[in-house]
């Protein structure tokens, strides 16, 4: 399923929702409108990512939420706002890989990433939002996080190294327009695999240079698909 993104961002850090604890999952919607779709996405918070794909159910979108009840909650939402009449709701599981890189050569070295959330000293949820939303740009951007708070940047930043180290901060770094560089096909691929060899599975293609996402899930009445990359 070739996609065309909805979501731009910029520099900033990118966080594991699952290692805070936000449940996510991956939503698919046939829309009735989808060239309205944007507007809609706007109004959800929850909406990591979307993309319109060559798929009949065209919308794909990731919501993270609290709570699986929260969760829910927003998915049955977003999918009245929407119109769908068909749709599915797949929960995440289990992250195999979460990584891109890109090289000018069109050869990267991706490795697998496997998270073991642990707990980060001293890390402040206004830094965690400040980081997310928009990382300043300025020559000392830890200063400047903690600013608010009179805290000196190098705290700020051992917090930061701290929740790496322990998988809830993946990275702070810049989001590329991948298709000026040369990478102009996305494709989401959902595989139908056996339970007993899932795990097999994932870190197998987590292995893959052209994989930058992994995620096992479970599946759904009619979609009996369970590894995602």
């Given at each position: 399923?070739?996609?065309a993104?909805l979501?731009?961002k910029?520099?900033?850090?990118?966080?594991?929702?699952?290692?805070?604890g936000?449940?996510?999952?991956?939503c698919?919607?046939?829309?009735r409108?989808?060239?309205?779709?944007?507007r809609?996405?706007?109004?959800?918070?929850?909406v990591?990512?979307?993309?319109?794909?060559?798929h009949?159910?065209?919308l794909?979108?990731t919501?993270?939420a609290p709570?699986?009840?929260a969760?829910?909650?927003d998915?049955?939402?977003?999918r009245?706002?929407?119109g769908?009449?068909d749709?599915?709701f797949?929960?995440?599981?289990r992250a195999?890989?979460v990584r891109?890189r890109?090289?000018?050569?069109?050869e990267?070295?991706?490795?697998?990433r496997?998270?073991?959330p642990e707990?980060s000293?001293?890390?402040?949820?206004?830094?965690v939002?400040a980081?997310e939303?928009a990382?300043?740009?300025?020559e000392e951007p830890?200063?400047a996080?903690?600013?608010p708070?009179g805290?000196?940047?190098?705290r700020?930043?051992?917090a930061?190294?701290?929740a790496a180290r322990?998988?809830?901060?993946?990275r702070v770094?810049?989001?590329?327009h991948?298709?000026?560089?040369?990478f102009r096909?996305?494709?989401?691929?959902?595989?139908?695999?056996?339970?007993s060899?899932?795990e097999?599975?994932?870190r197998w293609a987590?292995?893959?240079?052209?994989?930058?996402?992994c995620?096992?899930?479970?599946?759904a009445p009619?979609w009996p698909y369970?590894l995602?990359?």
């Amino acid at each position: 399923m070739v996609a065309a993104s909805l979501k731009k961002k910029g520099i900033r850090a990118f966080w594991s929702a699952e290692a805070f604890g936000f449940p996510g999952a991956l939503c698919a919607f046939d829309p009735r409108d989808p060239g309205g779709v944007r507007r809609i996405l706007e109004g959800f918070p929850g909406v990591t990512h979307a993309y319109l794909r060559e798929h009949p159910l065209g919308l794909w979108t990731t919501l993270q939420a609290p709570d699986p009840e929260a969760l829910r909650g927003d998915f049955e939402a977003l999918r009245r706002e929407l119109g769908a009449r068909d749709f599915l709701f797949l929960p995440g599981r289990r992250a195999f890989k979460v990584r891109v890189r890109f090289a000018s050569s069109g050869e990267g070295s991706r490795e697998p990433r496997v998270f073991e959330p642990e707990g980060s000293e001293e890390l402040s949820p206004s830094w965690v939002e400040a980081s997310e939303g928009a990382f300043p740009l300025v020559e000392e951007p830890f200063d400047a996080l903690g600013a608010p708070e009179g805290i000196p940047g190098d705290r700020i930043l051992g917090a930061f190294r701290s929740a790496a180290r322990g998988g809830r901060l993946r990275r702070v770094g810049m989001t590329l327009h991948h298709a000026r560089l040369g990478f102009r096909e996305n494709l989401l691929a959902a595989w139908e695999v056996e339970e007993s060899r899932l795990e097999e599975s994932g870190r197998w293609a987590s292995s893959l240079d052209a994989v930058s996402h992994c995620y096992a899930r479970d599946p759904a009445p009619g979609w009996p698909y369970r590894l995602y990359t």
